[in-house]
């Protein structure tokens, strides 16, 4: 893929993915949408850069702040809307929400409410490939939260152990809910203990989905040479309160000064400078914004008009005694 063409791919998705949470705040006081929402807004390099890396022969799980995961992986939205205001067209038939999209075709196995319960699901289906004898890569997203789980480090161990080919991209936007590292972590630093185990570790402190993108072309070069997983840190500063459409500067717990210093280097504004600076005329810009605009306008329509399911949808494909 040549850079021009890599660049507007990424500008592609962070700037659908901005754009659809956008809209999203815009009609979330409406009370229309009742699912719990846990934004997306500041991590989009993040999803964007990794999963262009990885193409179509990966296998992918999430963790609940998932609107980024899902739209950079499928560019698609009427499901995606529809889902957040619980209409039978949605990804799971409005019945799963914010917090529980996938969408197998594109590789994206699940996501999940529960921190760190899709960790050792990665693990299971990296296992589960090498068994199979399938040359596929399995990557599990998760915040810096997750890391304080049980569950991580036991996975984490099986998977170096058993040299599988899983990329675990760590989230880190420095807060678990509200709460910093050094009131939840009896040790100073997660990477350095990360590098004792027998994995590739990678780091980067970017809002740059290109650099993002490089450094993922690396961690899966790794995989397949070393033949053991490898771990992605990256951090990013999130725009809103925990679960929300809010900011939340008045919580006390972080301040607007540190938020203000992140915006300068805001991952949408980033890419769109960097293709006028590869000489991407603003028509062209434009012309991608617009038609972007236009989708999540009439797929959010499409969504309003959609039917709620019926009632005996309620217990159907869920499992019950």
Known sequence: MNRKKLILNLYKKVYLIRTAEELIIKHYDNNEMKTPMH???????????????????SLTFGTYRSHGLYLAATEETDKFFAEMLGKVTGVLKGKGGSMHLLSPNDGLL???????????????????????????????????????????????????????????????????????????????NLVNII????????????????????????????IKKDHMPAFLHLKYYRYLEHVGVHEDFNAGYRNKKEFIGWQKKDPVKLLRGKLK???????????????????????????????????????KNTFYE
């Open 39 to 57: 934004m997306s807004m500041g991590e989009e390099a993040i999803v964007s850069g990794v999963y262009t890396a990885l193409g179509q022969n």
């Open 110 to 188: 699940g996501i999940s409410a529960v921190v760190g319960s899709t960790i050792p699901l990665a693990v299971g289906a990296a296992f589960a490939g090498v068994y199979l004898k399938k040359k596929q890569i399995v990557t599990v997203f998760f915040g810096d939260g997750a890391v304080d789980e049980g569950v991580f480090w036991e996975s984490l161990n099986i998977a170096c152990l058993k040299r599988l080919p899983v990329l675990f991209v760590c989230e880190d936007n420095g807060f678990a809910v509200h709460n910093p590292p050094i009131l939840r972590r009896g040790y100073k």
């Open 195 to 222: 590098k004792q185990y027998y994995i590739s570790v990678f780091e980067k402190e970017t809002t740059d989905a290109e650099q993002i993108y490089n450094l993922t072309l690396q961690a899966i070069n790794s």
């Open 277 to 315: 600076r590869i000489k991407v005329s603003d028509i062209e810009i434009l012309k991608l914004e617009k038609r972007i605009d236009k989708q999540v306008n009439e797929s959010f329509q499409k969504a309003i008009d959609a039917p709620f399911p019926d009632s005996y949808e309620l217990l």
